[in-house]
Protein backbone atom coordinates (compact mmCIF):
# COMPACT_ATOMS: atom_id res chain seq x y z
CA UNK A 1 0.00 0.00 0.00
CA UNK A 2 2.87 2.13 0.40
CA UNK A 3 4.17 1.72 -2.06
CA UNK A 4 1.45 2.87 -4.28
CA UNK A 5 1.21 6.12 -2.41
CA UNK A 6 4.83 6.98 -3.44
CA UNK A 7 4.56 6.02 -6.77
CA UNK A 8 1.31 8.01 -6.85
CA UNK A 9 2.73 10.68 -5.16
CA UNK A 10 6.08 10.31 -7.70
CA UNK A 11 3.68 10.42 -11.21
CA UNK A 12 1.85 13.66 -9.62
CA UNK A 13 4.96 15.31 -9.16
CA UNK A 14 5.94 14.59 -12.85
CA UNK A 15 2.88 15.32 -14.09
CA UNK A 16 3.20 18.84 -11.97
CA UNK A 17 6.56 19.64 -13.65
CA UNK A 18 5.30 18.83 -17.13
CA UNK A 19 2.52 20.87 -16.76
CA UNK A 20 4.16 23.94 -15.31
CA UNK A 21 6.87 23.69 -18.03
CA UNK A 22 4.31 23.28 -20.75
CA UNK A 23 1.81 25.73 -19.44
CA UNK A 24 4.37 28.56 -19.39
CA UNK A 25 5.29 28.23 -22.72
CA UNK A 26 1.83 28.80 -23.48
CA UNK A 27 1.34 31.75 -22.03
CA UNK A 28 4.59 33.27 -23.47
CA UNK A 29 3.47 32.61 -27.17
CA UNK A 30 1.55 35.54 -28.23
CA UNK A 31 -0.39 35.91 -31.49
CA UNK A 32 -0.37 38.75 -33.38
CA UNK A 33 -3.17 41.49 -34.17
CA UNK A 34 -4.41 40.82 -36.91
CA UNK A 35 -6.00 43.88 -39.04
CA UNK A 36 -7.22 44.18 -42.53
CA UNK A 37 -4.51 43.06 -44.48
CA UNK A 38 -1.60 43.51 -41.76
CA UNK A 39 -0.55 42.29 -38.65
CA UNK A 40 1.21 44.21 -35.76
CA UNK A 41 3.03 43.21 -32.61
CA UNK A 42 4.81 44.88 -29.35
CA UNK A 43 7.56 42.85 -28.22
CA UNK A 44 8.98 44.73 -24.81
CA UNK A 45 12.56 44.05 -24.37
CA UNK A 46 13.64 44.17 -20.95
CA UNK A 47 15.85 41.31 -19.40
CA UNK A 48 14.46 39.39 -22.26
CA UNK A 49 11.51 39.14 -24.66
CA UNK A 50 8.01 39.65 -23.38
CA UNK A 51 6.15 37.97 -25.27
CA UNK A 52 8.98 35.29 -26.41
CA UNK A 53 7.16 33.56 -29.12
CA UNK A 54 5.17 34.85 -31.37
CA UNK A 55 2.83 34.03 -34.09
CA UNK A 56 2.40 35.46 -37.02
CA UNK A 57 -0.63 34.51 -40.45
CA UNK A 58 1.04 33.52 -43.78
CA UNK A 59 1.48 35.87 -45.91
CA UNK A 60 -0.36 38.86 -44.21
CA UNK A 61 2.73 41.66 -43.98
CA UNK A 62 4.08 41.95 -40.06
CA UNK A 63 5.69 44.64 -38.25
CA UNK A 64 7.25 43.75 -35.20
CA UNK A 65 7.35 46.67 -32.82
CA UNK A 66 10.90 46.83 -30.55
CA UNK A 67 10.73 48.69 -27.65
CA UNK A 68 13.79 48.62 -25.36
CA UNK A 69 13.69 49.91 -21.91
CA UNK A 70 16.34 47.69 -20.82
CA UNK A 71 19.20 50.10 -19.99
CA UNK A 72 22.56 46.88 -20.32
CA UNK A 73 24.20 47.03 -24.42
CA UNK A 74 23.38 43.30 -24.55
CA UNK A 75 19.84 43.75 -25.99
CA UNK A 76 20.63 46.96 -27.86
CA UNK A 77 20.47 45.15 -31.22
CA UNK A 78 18.17 42.48 -32.32
CA UNK A 79 19.71 40.21 -34.95
CA UNK A 80 16.87 37.88 -37.44
CA UNK A 81 19.66 35.62 -39.20
CA UNK A 82 16.92 34.20 -41.57
CA UNK A 83 15.79 37.68 -42.80
CA UNK A 84 19.16 39.14 -43.14
CA UNK A 85 18.05 41.69 -40.33
CA UNK A 86 20.59 43.27 -37.79
CA UNK A 87 18.75 46.10 -35.91
CA UNK A 88 19.87 48.82 -33.87
CA UNK A 89 17.49 49.27 -30.26
CA UNK A 90 18.25 51.97 -28.75
CA UNK A 91 16.96 52.61 -25.58
CA UNK A 92 13.42 53.62 -25.29
CA UNK A 93 12.41 54.22 -28.68
CA UNK A 94 10.12 52.07 -30.28
CA UNK A 95 11.85 50.10 -33.71
CA UNK A 96 9.88 48.67 -36.47
CA UNK A 97 10.72 45.60 -37.92
CA UNK A 98 9.25 44.37 -41.25
CA UNK A 99 8.85 40.46 -41.63
CA UNK A 100 8.25 38.29 -44.72
CA UNK A 101 5.86 35.94 -43.94
CA UNK A 102 5.66 34.28 -47.05
CA UNK A 103 7.15 30.94 -45.87
CA UNK A 104 6.00 28.90 -42.87
CA UNK A 105 8.19 27.85 -40.07
CA UNK A 106 9.68 28.49 -37.13
CA UNK A 107 12.44 32.07 -36.98
CA UNK A 108 14.59 32.51 -34.16
CA UNK A 109 15.51 35.95 -33.07
CA UNK A 110 18.02 36.74 -30.96
CA UNK A 111 20.71 39.66 -29.17
CA UNK A 112 23.19 40.91 -30.50
CA UNK A 113 25.51 38.40 -28.63
CA UNK A 114 23.07 35.59 -29.47
CA UNK A 115 22.40 35.07 -25.37
CA UNK A 116 18.91 35.95 -25.54
CA UNK A 117 16.32 34.42 -27.82
CA UNK A 118 13.03 35.10 -29.23
CA UNK A 119 10.96 32.42 -31.65
CA UNK A 120 8.42 33.53 -34.46
CA UNK A 121 6.22 30.81 -35.82
CA UNK A 122 4.72 31.59 -39.79
CA UNK A 123 1.64 29.38 -39.95
CU1 LIG B 1 23.30 39.95 -25.55
Redo the contacts with the bound molecule.
Keep these: MDKILVMVAGLAAIAFIIWWFFGQHKVESQAADLDDNQQTIDIQVDGGYSPEHIVLKQGVPATLNFTRTDPSG ?2 DHVVFADFGINQELPQGQKVSLKINTDQPGQYQWA ?6 HGQVTVE
Design positions: CLCGMDMF
